[in-house]
């Protein structure tokens, strides 16, 4: 474009009736004309999303505290835990006495001492081995494998969750600085058409209007830019938080809008179905009540455990019947136990737990209905934001055409500052709708790829 400007420029014969050469003319329309809104090549230092993305995997705060949660539950799922293993306890209890001591015996013998000194000692090791509890031990497994698996879970939609405010937090970036670029070449316009409107006054054919006008929409700008500088720092504080990053580090992305396909509404709704992480919670909780509600109808039933220990026990005294006694050795035996009633209690519990065991049955579906009437939703809304982007698209040339027309046509003295004052305002709203109609697009397809669990491989 900037060639066909330039040989254009070259081949016309024109007035340059307020001493405008044709360099300064191929500058200014350069200017309107030269940003790129589809592509920037990037800089050294920049972050790409790729690297953004691993980084906020390492660092970022909520999935470091899933993932200790996770590691709970696998330190907590185990056979131990479940009650297969046995229980193994030492003991041991000794003490030390000096007592006075006065027997009578039916011999007639009579003994009366004063600080008889006397010791006992013993110790043992125990084992207690649960062999049959009414397969409670075997639901408890199960339950804890389950509630592992929640945990992988648990962190996979946390990192969903991160993935798409990261998204979201670097594209924000992307879009400020995009309309920061904006916003320079429209100023760039403005600075233009003071040294016109100054050049015509000077020449007598312009007014002083003209000037001000001019100076008053270049100073909006310059406030315009204030603010959107203000609000790309604060999206860069938003997105070092995320990162775990010093937040008063530069920061610096590459500013490039990238897109991905996006599947048919009737693929969406399967994968939504087979993939997406609140549903497989959902669905991964109620197997866990199941689980309850069995470990509950095993007190129901009896339990048997093997006992065995072995003990040894030394009994010493100065005075009386026995001076001197010690045991020891080993000892096997089993306590059989079945409770029959207790307050129903139990019976209470296992009702409780098949309404909770209901109610997650029923929150399963009120997360499905949900999440497909949202998949539905944001699928249209991205067929919407995509048929926008294209209209935006072909708007910002129509603009920049206008412009430039309207520019050239001021500097031959055919039109006037309201004429250009709109085109000028045509082309800057047509840059913000640009860039909100991109933005919006990669928001519509970042909802939709964490819904059908694509987000994230």
């Known amino acids: 474009m900037i060639k066909y400007l330039y040989k254009f420029l070259s081949d016309h014969t024109i007035s340059f009736t307020y001493g405008i050469t044709r360099k300064q003319l191929f500058v200014f329309i350069v200017l309107i004309c030269s940003i790129n809104y589809k592509n920037y090549s990037q800089t050294a230092g920049t972050l790409t999303y790729q690297a953004v993305i691993e980084t906020a995997l390492k660092n970022n705060f909520d999935i470091q505290i899933a993932k ?117 070449s429209a100023k760039a316009v403005s600075e233009e058409r003071i040294k016109i409107s100054e050049k015509k006054q000077v020449l007598g054919s312009g007014s002083n209007v003209e000037v001000l006008q001019a100076k008053l929409d270049l100073n909006a700008q310059k406030a315009n830019l204030i603010t959107q500088k203000n609000l790309l720092n604060q999206y860069k504080g938003d997105l070092l938080v995320l990162l775990k990053s010093d937040p008063y580090s530069n920061l610096s992305v590459d500013s490039v809008f990238a897109f991905s396909d996006i599947k048919s509404a009737e693929e969406i709704k399967s994968n939504i179905e087979k993939a997406n992480t609140s549903i497989l919670l959902a669905q991964k909780n109620i197997s866990v009540s199941n689980q309850i509600v069995k470990e509950l109808r095993a007190q129901h039933l009896p339990r048997l455990a093997l006992n065995a220990s072995y003990q040894y026990g030394r009994n010493q005294s100065a005075a009386g019947f026995a001076l001197y006694n010690q045991n020891q050795g080993p000892n096997l035996g089993f306590t059989f136990s079945w409770n029959l009633f207790n307050g129903l209690n139990t019976s209470n519990q296992i009702k409780i737990a098949k309404l909770d065991l209901e109610n997650n049955n029923l929150y399963s579906e009120s997360t499905k209905y949900l999440l497909f009437s949202a998949a539905n939703i944001a699928y249209n809304r991205w067929l919407g934001d995509k048929e926008m982007l294209l209209l935006e698209e072909e708007n910002i040339k129509l603009a920049e055409q206008s412009l430039t027309i309207a520019a050239e046509r001021l500097r031959l003295g055919l039109g006037n500052y309201l004429e250009i004052k709109e085109s000028q305002k045509s082309y800057e709203e047509s840059i913000t709708r640009l860039v909100n109609a991109r933005f919006n697009l990669k928001a519509s397809e970042t909802e939709l790829r964490k819904l059908t669990g694509e987000l994230i491989q």
């Open 68 to 184: 200790n949660n996770l590691t709970i539950n696998e330190k907590e799922n185990t056979y131990g835990n479940a009650g297969f293993l046995p229980k193994v306890d030492l003991n041991a209890t000794g003490t030390l006495a000096s007592n006075n001591t006065r027997q009578e015996f039916s011999s007639g013998l009579i003994v009366d001492k004063n600080g008889v000194n006397s010791n006992n000692f013993s110790a043992g090791v125990y084992l207690t081995w649960t062999i049959f509890d009414g397969l409670k031990m075997f639901a408890t497994k199960e339950r804890l494998e389950l509630l592992e698996e929640s945990g992988q879970l648990n962190l996979k939609l946390q990192i969903e969750n991160t993935v798409q405010q990261v998204t979201l937090a670097y594209y924000n970036i992307v879009k400020q600085e995009q309309l920061i670029k904006g916003i320079l």
